[in-house]
């Protein structure tokens, strides 16, 4: 079965400042999905990733998925108080057109931002 | 937009009590899935269902089962709570039935059970 290693597992930041959390995998990312968890709350999703190379992005948050389709990063810019929460990787490990019943998640990174 | 509810934030229960989490999806969505989530463990799935009436076990559906009996609401059955079922409880769904597609699984808010 497909395990996701996310890095860091946490993260303290001063507002303003960037980051990149990472999400990897031994085997093949298909349909590499991006969540975002504020503490006590559900999954908001965030962006999702299908082709090598490709890179999205939303506000001040870019996330991409490497060539070999082995690894994302996600990338936030001048870090705010709102960007405080857990972020969760999550990935389709079939490749098929039409995907897969289940998604696999990494344990998440849990991001603190300082004022 | 896509709207995912859970019938209780917060639950609190005695160990042996039957639990009902309820979830519930406005979008027409086919696929839902129950997921729980624990510290250092990250989301497991217990079930999910691609059809009313139709139901598949997930990673850990020990202790668990399901009730699918219309589209838009999807159960989740404590039949016998015990401590070790304490956890978040995390609902989600996909609009299912389109080829070649990856579908987003939207989440519902959560259920935190503490059982007694």
């Known amino acids: 079965s497909q395990e996701l290693e996310q890095s860091p597992q946490s993260l303290i930041v001063q507002e303003g400042k960037n980051l990149t959390i990472n999400c990897t995998s031994s085997k093949t990312l298909y349909g590499l999905y991006w969540y975002k968890q504020k503490y006590g709350e559900g999954l908001i999703f965030l962006m999702m990733l299908q082709k090598g190379g490709e890179e999205k992005s939303h506000e001040k948050i870019t996330a991409k998925l490497d060539e070999k389709k082995q690894q994302s990063s996600l990338h936030i810019t001048a870090s705010q108080p709102s960007h405080a929460g857990i972020y969760l990787c999550?990935?389709?490990?079939?490749?098929?057109?039409?995907?897969?019943?289940?998604?696999?998640f990494g344990k998440g990174t849990k991001l603190s931002v300082i004022p | 937009d896509v709207k995912v509810t859970q019938s209780s934030r917060y639950l609190v229960k005695r160990t042996g009590e039957k639990v009902f989490l309820e979830c519930v999806q406005d979008?027409?969505?086919?696929?839902m899935f129950w997921y729980r989530q624990d510290p250092g463990l990250g989301l497991r799935l217990i079930y999910f269902s691609y059809d009313v009436k139709m139901k598949e076990k997930g990673d850990i559906p020990e202790g668990y089962s399901v009730s699918r009996e219309k589209k838009e609401r999807f159960s989740l059955i404590l039949e016998s709570a015990s401590t070790n079922q304490t956890s978040m409880y995390l609902c989600a769904s996909t609009k299912g039935s389109t080829l070649w597609t990856r579908e987003t699984q939207y989440f519902g808010p959560g259920t935190r059970l503490l059982v007694l």
């Open positions: 979008m027409d969505h086919e696929n």
């Open positions: 999550g990935a389709d490990p079939l490749d098929s057109g039409a995907g897969s019943y289940q998604l696999t």
